[in-house]
């Protein structure tokens, strides 16, 4: 059975004040973990994949929808797989509505070793949004072992580079537009970030939008945090 320490005000005051100085200090770690990781050199992907879409077959390349960055989720789902893995679908639960990563030049996708149509049945079972594929597997042995995980990709001057990857636990806290793009070499893309020279960067905040109103609202308007 529990058993909390049971304090006045000011002592729960008192302690809340430093585990929250605790807190502050990690998340300054995280900031400084993710300028780093902005700077971690980059991979050239040499090799031509092949998935499967709704639209048939496609490239590597075909995955970015026109946009700068890439992230790669590998779910496990194999061919007729009797048991998809709940902790890659536990994962891809947790990514909600894409549309402001979208306006940072990223998107973010899902390739499974299963067809496309087993792939796309699993979205459709989950109520998953975010664009799904099929593939024959070399992606997942070149850049992940043929298991799981996920990969950050970048275009730059005509060629796709891998950038960063992580799995198991690496995974846990992600989830949220902020965590996804500190994982990309272009991070928030907002100007108190310490990121390489020549990074698009705007004012924190200021480029916020209702996930509707992306084509509507000018960039010079916010109605909050600012």
Known sequence: MLSPEIVSRAEWMAAHDALMAREKAHTRAEDALAAERRRQ????????????????????????????????YHHMLKKDDPAPCAGCSLFTDNIGNMTHLNQRDTTIAIIAKAPFDQVDALKKRLGWSLPVYGGDGAINRDFCGGDFGLNVFITHEGNIYRTYFSNDRGLEKLGTIWSFLDLTPLGRQETWEDSPAGVPQTDPFRWWRLNDEYETTPKTEHACCG
């Open 41 to 72: 050199p980059w991979e050239l992907v040499d090799k031509d994949y092949e998935f499967e879409g709704p639209a048939g077959r496609l490239g590597l390349a075909d995955l970015f929808e026109g946009r700068r960055q890439l992230i790669l």
